[in-house]
T-cell receptor
């Protein structure tokens, strides 16, 4: 099993550009989520989903959109990138509709210039 | 506003010693408290977790101590090894949201 796969691993954007971070899991997990990791801030929840067609906001949702059309995929969209969105982004999934054991991807390092 | 406060930010322990990382929270609606371990360049991985109706949970060299009245919990790593060098995050769950602490960078000196 591949687990949670994130692409790309690295990305550099210019302010105002848009892009989509991809996340796919092959464990048939219902729960999927996106976190950003910044020094001294820990991991902060951006958006999460408890199943296909269901999404909700986390702590820091502004500037990000998500959708969940299949159980496997949970893409994160940056509509108009800003330097404040420079961060490492992690996708995570877990069984059922809870988040008792999150399986994390290896992350996407994003720089916005 | 940090809902889960973690300390210290960094910690250096000698091999064989005990590593202790502390976390505090305010929201009594939290119902699950996991600890995650993260190695450089990797995503975090679940290490151990506890529910608030239990005061202590032990798995091998790792122990969580939980003080519900004080709204504090801590991770103890006994007989710390160089391979334990990593960043550790405490977290707390309310409904379907998991809130993480700021992280502790642990270094075990050989």
């Amino acid at each position: 099993n591949a687990g949670v796969t994130q692409t790309p691993k690295f990305q550099v954007l210019k302010t105002g550009q848009s892009m989509t971070l991809q996340c796919a899991q092959d464990m048939n997990h219902e729960y999927m989520s996106w976190y950003r990791q910044d020094p001294g801030m820990g991991l902060r929840l951006i958006h999460y989903s408890v199943g296909a067609g269901i999404t909700d906001q986390g702590e820091v949702p502004n500037g990000y959109n998500v959708s969940r059309s299949t159980t496997e995929d949970f893409p994160l969209r940056l509509l108009s990138a800003a330097p404040s969105q420079t961060s490492v982004y992690f996708c995570a999934s877990s069984w059922g509709q809870t988040n008792e054991k999150l399986f994390f991807g290896s992350g996407t390092q994003l720089s916005v210039l | 506003q940090q809902q889960v406060k973690q300390s210290p930010q960094s910690l250096i322990v000698q091999k064989g010693g005990i590593s202790i990382i502390n976390c505090a929270y305010e929201n009594t609606a939290f119902d699950y408290f996991p600890w995650y371990q993260q190695f450089p360049g990797k995503g975090p991985a679940l290490l151990i977790a506890i529910r608030p109706d239990v005061s202590e949970k032990k798995e091998g060299r790792f122990t969580i101590s939980f003080n519900k009245s004080a709204k504090q919990f801590s991770l103890h790593i006994m007989d710390s090894q160089p391979g334990d060098s990593a960043t550790y995050f405490c977290a707390a769950r309310r409904a379907q949201k998991l809130v993480f602490g700021q992280g502790t960078r642990l270094t075990i000196n050989p």
